[in-house]
């Protein structure tokens, strides 16, 4: 009888574990900034001096990297799914 309920425990464990670990929040998806239109630069004067011609992409150094961050709320769902697939691991071993 206590086996049973043990393994039904671990069951019912497990599948609210596998229910908080899905992401569900509706977090917008990263868009890129737009691209400024090109606007025609006037002509400098000759200096004699060959300047390096713009290519369009920023410098190396320029570019911010896309930070990933994550809600509480999904933080909690993890360590409530790990919290809880350590219990239904122990419902198990003492079954």
Do not use: H, N, Y
């Given at each position: 009888m206590l086996r049973r309920l043990c393994l039904a425990l671990a069951?019912?464990?497990l599948l609210v574990a596998i229910?908080?670990?899905q992401?569900?929040?509706d977090a917008p998806a990263p868009t890129a900034a737009p691209e400024p239109e090109p606007t025609?630069?006037?002509e400098p004067a000759p200096t004699?001096?060959?300047e390096p011609?713009?290519?369009g992409e920023p410098d190396a150094g320029t570019s911010k990297p896309?930070?990933?961050t994550t809600s509480g709320a999904t933080t909690a769902a993890n360590i409530s799914g790990v919290?809880?697939?350590l219990h239904a691991a122990l419902a198990v071993l003492y079954a």
């Open positions: 069951i019912v464990l229910a908080l670990s992401d569900t929040t025609a630069a006037p004699g001096a060959a011609e713009p290519t896309e930070m990933m919290f809880l697939l």
